[in-house]
């Protein structure tokens, strides 16, 4: 399969914790990385691997992974938090890469 | 710094193509390939393929197969994707990101680590 699901929307209160979830039978076989999307800026990557941070990306972003699913965790979610996430792994195939629908993330 | 600087807005008339240029800077051009990710107006993100900048071969993706071309100029560090046939759900942003692959302790993480700002392309008449 080369598909990534994701939930269209989540939301989270201000300082709680928050997990936004991608699945795919690609997944058991390739690591997700993660993406955050501000309104009119480029994807920035977030977490890639089974947990790792680019530079400059704060701590309270977390990643992880259990068979078709991984999750990208944020532990006391900020406004500037509020974007677009999106998954994106290798299809199962390892010949193309394939992007989940994306996930709206709204800091209440 | 590692810098991926692509061309200007395009408009273009249905039929038409268009060539997006992204040029790279400061690190080896030859040594990371290059994906394609587009953005249709209000929708997710979608993989168009992935060039490699050192032989140049290519890998699209199965829808776009037949009106897409990646190609590049290693003399200029610049890659290039062209569209052929446009139409007006070819209406989107669309971004170059460098390929990266890291492997630890045996294990390969595959990821996209610096974007471009994207170029907007629209097709109308």
């Known amino acids: 399969s080369s598909e990534l699901t994701q939930d269209p929307a989540v939301s989270v209160a201000l300082g709680q914790t928050v997990r936004i979830t991608c699945q795919g039978d690609?997944?058991?076989?390739?690591?997700a990385s993660w993406y955050q999307q501000k309104p009119g800026q480029a994807p920035v990557l977030v977490i890639y691997?089974?947990?790792n941070r680019p530079s400059g990306i704060p701590d309270r972003f977390s990643g992880s992974s259990s068979g078709n699913t991984a999750s990208l965790t944020i532990t006391g979610a900020q406004a500037e938090d509020e974007a677009d996430y999106y998954c994106?792994?290798?299809?199962?195939?390892?010949?193309?890469?394939?992007f989940g629908g994306g996930t709206k993330l709204t800091v209440l | 710094q590692v810098q991926l600087v692509q061309s200007g807005a395009e408009v273009k008339k249905p039929g038409a193509s268009v060539k997006v240029s992204c040029k790279a800077s400061?690190?080896?051009?030859?040594?990371?390939?290059m994906h394609w990710v587009r953005q249709a107006p209000g929708q997710g993100l979608e993989w168009m393929g992935i060039?490699?900048?050192?032989?140049?071969?290519?890998s699209y993706a199965q829808k776009l197969q037949g009106r897409v071309t990646m190609t590049r100029d290693t003399s200029t560090s610049t890659v290039y994707m062209e569209l052929s046939s446009l139409r007006s759900e070819d209406t989107a942003v669309y971004y170059c990101?460098?390929?990266?692959?890291?492997?630890?302790?045996?294990?390969?993480?595959?990821?996209?680590?610096?974007w471009g700002k994207g170029t907007t392309v629209t097709v109308s008449s």
């Open positions: 060039i490699n900048p050192s032989g140049g071969s290519t």
């Open positions: 690609s997944l058991r076989s390739y690591y």
């Open positions: 400061g690190y080896t051009f030859t040594s990371y390939y």
């Open positions: 691997g089974k947990n």
């Open positions: 990101a460098r390929d990266r692959i890291t492997m630890v302790r045996g294990v390969y993480y595959y990821y996209m680590d610096v």
């Open positions: 994106n792994s290798r299809d199962s195939s390892g010949n193309f890469w394939v």
